[in-house]
């Protein structure tokens, strides 16, 4: 390998580590801010509430720590594929506990 | 080269293990996909006794051969063993595990390693379902749809069935995801998207639905083993749970379901038919997009199982709607299969006899299914043997049929040998009339309110239960003729040649048997499949 590549490898793993380190500091975050929605008491709100957080959570996750960031345009799609089937899966099922 | 001037092929690939062992450890996809085929055929042996039996104690109003008990555990097993494993792995497992690497000009699939471990998973699932007869208080009697509250309360032995259910959907996540990177990653050069046969289309629509759908199933029946063993209350109202939630979770995946069944079966029929036409496919395109569309849409018509189910006005009305939406697609295969044959050189050999059954028992399956998914019409025939009759016309008259022209369509490639037409011509003439004389009475039945999965009937009901009872017969006699025919014809057929048929596609070009890693080299494609215009040479120009 020539000098150049490796110096470039390594100020990448240096940046990379640096991005995990807050990657994981900001699911401390919202762990700890998770925590403090349920002690407000809430109902409803909070469920709400802690689901995005959840989903938030999540996304970090796949963003830094599954590398869906530096992945190609196509697979980023089809990563929202399941997502959007999720979504349609639950709002169907909705219109029947909406409307029941 | 045998004394009948066969190549073993792939037969004799080169390996440290000998006998059984060099199958079951292997990882060639063609080994893995006639392990395949073997397995879900024997468990479709089982499966077809559960149903003759069935129709046996059918025949008379009354006990005939069995108790009320024991035919629960026959309809449920039937279901079960039909379902999971055989009609749902079918196609994909074996002949798309078989042909889907050699169409698109690849050595094996991305991950053979996790091929013949999904293999593994689908015996010990298997496996797991036969125990669950024999052990615990007694086989499941809740049907194959385990429907909560019964399936929670029931004294039988669930868990079990429930777990080996569980243990075949990883087996099918396994095979899909395989597909997929397989597809993407390993065409040949110059193989793009448009040039991929329609069979390859069909198993890559087929492999996201198993990717997507199969979870939920897999999550669903965890609750009720949750529910079962440490009573958390999801689905039993006693417990504070909801018996539709059930539903919904089993039918967001069991409808998918039918699509994995189905979409194969149409990609074979799409195979059949040019070469047995000479003739390009009308509407490529179409017919590919048809399948991703069947596929999309599939996944949004759950609710029209549960239309009696206490289900909201308003969802009967909305998933009413998009069943029928999926009948466009479908109808455009149909037309364009059917345009396809249109002023061909039609030859009518086994294979399209199968195909051409598939397009009749299909079309008379998915227009019943249009008065299943009208709500006013549904209710009148819901739980009725209306449903048994539709669903049977659907899976057996078009995913089955066409598997075993498939079967024959391909059957010299994987042994190099014919099979015998006249048997076989035969075979299927017992099947098509034992087929329409077993199913077609259960429309009439259904409509005169015969419920299903009862051990008794009214006696007015007995004379249309007696030709049905028949027709199996007539069936059974068919499946023997069929097996005995092809069993024969790989150990004594004449040779077949690398190309029989005249076909386009890779798997023609290679030798009957294909060599172990298929190709001697990697093919380069230039034009599409299925062109028989002499001026633009032969299907998958090859560089």
């Given at each position: 390998?020539?000098?150049g590549?490796?110096?470039?490898?390594k100020?990448?793993?240096k940046?990379?580590?640096m991005?995990?380190?807050?990657?994981w500091?900001?699911?401390v975050?919202?762990?700890?801010?998770?925590?403090?929605?349920?002690?407000?008491?809430?109902?409803t709100?909070?469920?709400a509430?802690?689901l995005?957080?959840?989903?938030l959570k999540?996304?970090?996750i796949?963003?830094?720590?599954?590398h869906?960031?530096?992945?190609?345009?196509?697979l980023q799609?089809?990563f929202?594929?399941?997502?959007?089937l999720?979504?349609?899966i639950?709002?169907?099922?909705?219109?029947?506990?909406?409307?029941? | 080269?045998?004394?009948?001037g066969?190549?073993?092929g792939f037969?004799?690939a080169?390996g440290?293990?000998?006998?059984?062992?060099s199958?079951?450890?292997?990882?060639?996809?063609?080994?893995?996909g006639l392990?395949y085929?073997f397995?879900?055929?024997s468990?479709?042996?089982?499966?077809?006794?559960?149903?003759?039996l069935?129709?046996?104690?059918?025949?008379?109003?009354?006990?005939?051969?069995?108790?009320?008990?024991?035919y629960n555990a026959?309809?449920t097993?039937?279901?079960?063993?039909?379902?999971f494993?055989?009609?749902?792995?079918?196609?994909?497992?074996s002949?798309?595990?078989f042909?889907?690497?050699l169409?698109?000009?690849?050595?094996?699939?991305?991950?053979?390693?996790?091929?013949?471990?999904?293999?593994?998973?689908y015996i010990?699932?298997?496996?797991?379902a036969?125990?669950?007869?024999?052990?615990?208080?007694?086989?499941p009697?809740?049907?194959?749809?385990f429907y909560a509250?019964?399936?929670?309360r029931?004294?039988?032995?669930?868990?079990?069935?429930?777990?080996?259910?569980?243990?075949?959907?990883?087996?099918?996540?396994?095979?899909?995801?395989?597909?997929?990177?397989t597809?993407?990653?390993?065409?040949?050069p110059?193989?793009t998207?448009?040039?991929m046969?329609?069979?390859?289309?069909?198993?890559?629509?087929?492999?996201?639905v198993q990717?997507l759908?199969?979870?939920?199933l897999?999550i669903?029946?965890l609750?009720?083993?949750?529910e079962?063993?440490f009573?958390?209350?999801?689905?039993?109202p006693?417990?504070?749970?909801d018996?539709i939630?059930?539903q919904?979770?089993f039918?967001t995946?069991?409808?998918?379901?039918?699509?994995?069944?189905?979409?194969?079966?149409?990609?074979?029929?799409?195979e059949?038919?040019p070469?047995f036409?000479?003739?390009?496919?009308?509407?490529?395109?179409?017919?590919?997009?048809?399948?991703?569309a069947i596929a999309s849409?599939g996944?949004?018509?759950?609710?029209?199982?549960?239309?009696?189910?206490?289900?909201?006005?308003?969802?009967?009305?909305?998933?009413?709607f998009?069943t029928?939406?999926?009948?466009?697609?479908?109808?455009?295969k149909?037309?364009?299969?059917?345009?396809?044959?249109?002023?061909?050189s039609?030859r009518?050999?086994?294979?399209?006899l199968?195909v051409?059954?598939?397009i009749f028992l299909?079309?008379?399956?998915?227009?019943?299914?249009?008065?299943?998914?009208a709500?006013?019409?549904?209710?009148?025939?819901?739980?009725?043997y209306f449903?048994?009759g539709?669903?049977?016309y659907?899976?057996?008259?078009?995913?089955?049929?066409?598997?075993?022209?498939?079967?024959?369509?391909?059957?010299?490639k994987?042994?190099?040998?014919?099979?015998?037409?006249?048997?076989?011509r035969?075979?299927w003439l017992f099947l098509f009339?034992g087929?329409?004389a077993l199913?077609?009475p259960?429309?009439i039945?259904?409509?005169?309110?015969?419920p299903r999965?009862y051990?008794?009937y009214?006696?007015?009901?007995?004379?249309?239960?007696?030709?049905?009872?028949?027709?199996?017969w007539?069936?059974?006699?068919?499946?023997?003729?069929?097996?005995?025919n092809?069993?024969r014809s790989?150990?004594k057929?004449?040779?077949?040649?690398?190309?029989?048929?005249?076909g386009?596609?890779?798997?023609?070009?290679?030798?009957s048997?294909?060599?172990?890693e298929?190709?001697?080299e990697i093919?380069?494609?230039?034009?599409g499949p299925?062109?028989?215009?002499p001026s633009?040479?032969?299907?998958?120009?090859?560089?």
């Open positions: 390998m020539n000098p590549k490796t110096e470039q490898l100020t990448e793993n940046n990379g580590e991005t995990y380190i807050l990657a500091a900001m699911l975050a919202l762990t700890a801010i998770t925590v403090g929605v349920y002690t407000l008491h809430l109902g709100a909070g469920v509430i802690a995005v957080i959840a989903s999540a996304g970090v796949l963003l830094f720590f599954m869906l960031r530096q992945e190609s345009r196509f799609s089809v929202l594929l399941p997502v959007f999720l979504g349609a639950i709002g169907l099922t909705f219109i029947d506990v909406w409307y029941r | 080269m045998n004394e009948s066969i190549q073993p037969y004799a080169p440290s293990r000998t006998g059984i062992f199958w079951i450890f292997s990882t060639d996809h063609k080994r893995i392990l085929l397995s879900i055929f468990f479709f042996a089982v499966g077809v006794c559960f149903g003759l069935m129709r046996l104690e059918l025949i008379a109003p009354g006990r005939t051969i069995v108790g009320p008990s024991t026959f309809f097993l039937h279901g079960v063993i039909m379902i494993l055989f009609v749902i792995p079918g196609i994909p497992v002949l798309g595990n042909f889907m690497p169409q698109i000009g690849a050595r094996d699939v991305a991950f053979p390693r996790i091929n013949l471990l999904s293999w593994w998973f010990t699932g298997g496996l797991l036969l125990l669950s007869l024999f052990t615990g208080h007694g086989p009697d809740t049907g194959w749809t509250p019964y399936s929670i029931t004294g039988t032995n669930v868990v079990l069935a429930v777990s080996a259910a569980f243990v075949l959907g990883m087996s099918s996540i396994l095979t899909g995801l395989n597909f997929i990177t597809i993407h990653r390993m065409r040949a110059g193989m998207w448009f040039r046969p329609l069979f390859v289309w069909s198993v890559y629509a087929t492999a996201w990717i759908a199969t979870p939920i897999g669903t029946l609750l009720v083993i949750i079962r063993l009573g958390v209350g999801f689905f039993d006693a417990k504070g749970g018996p939630l059930y919904h979770l039918w995946y069991s409808h998918p379901a039918v699509y994995i069944m189905i979409l194969p079966a149409m990609g074979v029929v799409t059949i038919i070469v036409s000479r003739r390009t496919v009308f509407g490529y395109k179409a017919i590919a997009f048809s399948s991703m849409v996944y949004f018509v759950w609710g029209h199982h549960m239309f009696t189910s206490g289900m909201s006005d308003v969802a009967r009305v909305v998933f009413s998009i029928f939406i999926v009948a466009i697609p479908s109808g455009v149909v037309f364009n299969w059917v345009a396809s044959m249109y002023k061909g039609i009518v050999d086994a294979p399209l199968f051409l059954a598939f299909f079309s008379i399956g998915g227009l019943t299914g249009l008065i299943l998914g709500l006013a019409t549904n209710i009148q025939v819901h739980g009725t449903v048994v539709h669903f049977h659907v899976i057996f008259g078009g995913a089955v049929f066409a598997f075993f022209g498939g079967l024959h369509y391909w059957f010299p994987i042994t190099g040998r014919m099979y015998n037409e006249k048997r076989a035969l075979a009339i087929f329409n199913y077609f259960m429309f039945l259904g409509w005169e309110g015969m999965r051990y008794d009214l006696p007015k009901f007995q004379p249309l239960n007696v030709v049905s009872t028949v027709g199996s007539i069936v059974a006699t068919g499946l023997i003729l069929l097996f005995a092809l069993l790989a150990r057929g004449a040779a077949a040649g690398p190309n029989p048929w005249g386009t596609t890779l798997e023609w070009q290679t030798s048997p294909p060599p172990h298929n190709f001697g093919p380069v494609i230039t034009q299925y062109i028989y215009n633009k040479g032969k299907g998958h120009g090859t560089a």
